[in-house]
T-cell receptor
Framework: RKEVEQDPGPFNVPEGATVAFNCTYSNSASQSFFWYRQDCRKEPKLLMSVYSSGNEDGRFTAQLNRASQYISLLIRDSKLSDSATYLCAVTSYGNNRLAFGKGNQVVVIP | NAGVTQTPKFRVLKTGQSMTLLCAQDMNHEYMYWYRQDPGMGLRLIHYSVGEGTTAKGEVPDGYNVSRLKKQNFLLGLESAAPSQTSVYFC????????????FGPGTRLTVT
């Protein structure tokens, strides 16, 4: 089983709609969780950390489910500028490293 | 404050040639990482460093060597390039122990023919 798994999509979302996707992880000892955003042919940039109680940053909501070992990202009121690939990342190997998923590609359609 | 920079941005190599990719960060970060990103494979860790003078293997270290002689620089070497090393290479750095927020460089696009 891969350390971090994501459904690559693409997720085609009408502008203004809500989209959500999950990322599953295999290492129950993972302690920190993140969502990164990567635009086409650009470097990944941190979107938000994921906290145990769940957290929001504007239109973005991240949640952690330790029992089922997945994190989720929800985007409300999608904008054209939200089109990107969203990578989840979890700490690995004694927490010195991050393991990344392959990403969820989101395409917001006018 | 430039953040993380990478040199070069693009490179074409012939099979068997060698090259060094340079990563530099001006944020005084302890941790530095080299990843490669291939279509359908996601980001894979090649080598990383938890401080000046230290290096460790990641997920796909074969065919690469690294050095961290100065805290701000992390070099990735390819001694004898192979077409399988055609990829986009990203360097990243992190301040806090525990590989928390990582800051990425803009990437180096390498083609090996």
């Amino acid at each position: 089983r891969k350390e971090v798994e994501q459904d690559p999509g693409p997720f085609n979302v009408p502008e203004g709609a809500t989209v959500a996707f999950n990322c599953t992880y295999s290492n129950s000892a993972s302690q920190s969780f993140f969502w990164y955003r990567q635009d086409c042919r650009k470097e990944p940039k941190l979107l938000m950390s994921v906290y145990s109680s769940g957290n929001e940053d504007g239109r973005f909501t991240a949640q952690l489910n330790r029992a089922s070992q997945y994190i989720s990202l929800l985007i409300r009121d999608s904008k054209l500028s939200d089109s990107a690939t969203y990578l989840c990342a979890v700490t690995s190997y004694g927490n010195n490293r991050l393991a990344f998923g392959k990403g969820n590609q989101v395409v917001v359609i006018p | 404050n430039a953040g993380v920079t990478q040199t070069p941005k693009f490179r074409v190599l012939k099979t068997g040639q060698s090259m060094t990719l340079l990563c530099a960060q001006d944020m005084n970060h302890e941790y530095m990482y080299w990843y490669r990103q291939d279509p359908g494979m996601g980001l894979r860790l090649i080598h990383y460093s938890v401080g000046e003078g230290t290096t460790a293997k990641g997920e796909v270290p074969d065919g690469y060597n690294v050095s961290r002689l100065k805290k701000q620089n992390f070099l990735l070497g390819l001694e004898s390039a192979a077409p399988s090393q055609t990829s986009v290479y990203f360097c990243a750095s992190s301040f806090l122990q525990g590989a928390r927020e990582q800051y990425f460089g803009p990437g180096t696009r390498l083609t090996v023919t």
